[in-house]
């Protein structure tokens, strides 16, 4: 009886690494853009208007997240002014906003104009609508250090400036998937608001 279980067991091992592979690559929703033209290091992309749930918190890079995902995780979860659950996409995106302060977004669901998305229950939550607007972007894999985002970010600004680019505002990094998916199988993007 026992060995019986045990083939179970080591079968679960097997099958969960194939689960979890197969998570990672499912594409997750996005906002709309338009590719302009690829470059030396990243892509110029037109972005449609994008609604977000958004929150500052104050900490370093690793724990803003620790305090910004359960409020923003509230709103999309009903704990809002409607009661009900709000649809959300990739990316979950983080930037600075002052020398220890990030915001946080979330980016929703693009079917539901911003009047119809409810008001946070919290006052820390902010709705809103990023208006179109233009965008370099650098793709990556890997960690969700704070040490690797500045190495992405240092790159696309580097090459933003050689392709004669002039960034406009403060440059936003944009995780794709879950925590549970392996380093090597994250989407994670650096992006920099730019104008020609």
């Known amino acids: ?35 302009l033209e690829r470059a030396d290091g990243f892509e110029l992309r037109e972005y449609a208007p994008l ?30 002014s409607s009661g ?26 693009r079917e539901y104009p911003l009047g119809m998305l409810p008001g946070a229950a919290d006052p820390a939550v902010t709705v809103r609508e990023i208006p179109a607007r233009l965008v370099a972007a650098r793709r990556s894999g890997g960690g969700w250090s704070e040490a690797r985002w500045q190495e992405e970010a240092e790159r696309l600004r580097d090459a933003v400036a050689a392709a004669g680019l ?7 990094f944009a995780r794709y998937n879950a925590v549970f998916v392996p380093g090597f199988l994250r989407r994670n993007e650096v992006l920099l608001p730019v104008r020609r």
């Open 51 to 80: 609604r977000v749930a958004e929150t500052e918190v104050t900490g370093d890079f690793a724990d803003a997240d620790d305090a910004a995902y359960p409020r923003l995780l509230d709103y999309v979860r009903g704990h809002n």
């Open 166 to 172: 002039t960034p406009i505002g403060a440059t936003i």
């Open 84 to 109: 009900r659950k709000v649809p959300m996409m990739a990316p979950a995106t983080q930037q600075r906003a002052g020398d220890d302060t990030w915001l946080m977004q979330f980016a929703l669901a």
């Open 1 to 35: 009886m026992p060995f019986f279980k045990l083939k179970y067991w080591i079968l679960a091992g097997m099958l969960l690494p194939l689960v979890l592979i197969v998570l990672a690559l499912v594409r997750p929703a996005g906002p709309d853009y338009r590719v």
